[in-house]
């Protein structure tokens, strides 16, 4: 059974930082982009990030320069370094497999003002 399960949300004072890891069990993602959604009360789920299976990465221009993707191959994980969190981060944050149908669950993630 393929899983991807999200860890490292949690509470954090705006200007503060947090890591998400995303470990995927089931089958490897080596040869897949994987990426970084998240979803705020009362708007769309929108891509905050993105890395290819190069490590090609992409992001939202709303966390440009404030957080970063990166893939660990050997450990079928990856992660997102989110600093200087800004209250309108606050959101409940999903990694996934983009087009297919593999999602975590959520982690949620609230910035205090």
């Known amino acids: 059974q393929v899983q991807l399960v999200e860890s490292g949300g949690g509470l954090v004072q705006a200007g503060g930082s947090l890591r998400l890891s995303c470990a995927a069990s089931?089958?490897?993602?080596?040869?897949?982009?994987m990426g970084w959604f998240r979803q705020a009360p009362g708007k769309e789920r929108e891509l905050v990030a993105r890395i290819s299976s190069i490590g090609r990465t992409t992001y939202a221009d709303s966390v440009k320069d404030r957080f970063t993707i990166s893939r660990d191959y050997t450990k079928n994980t990856i992660y997102l370094q989110m600093n200087s969190l800004k209250f309108e981060d606050t959101a409940v944050y999903y990694c996934?497999?983009?087009?297919?149908?593999?999602w975590g669950q959520g982690t949620q993630v609230t910035v205090s003002s």
């Open positions: 089931g089958r490897t993602f080596s040869s897949y982009t």
């Open positions: 996934a497999v983009p087009g297919t149908d593999y």
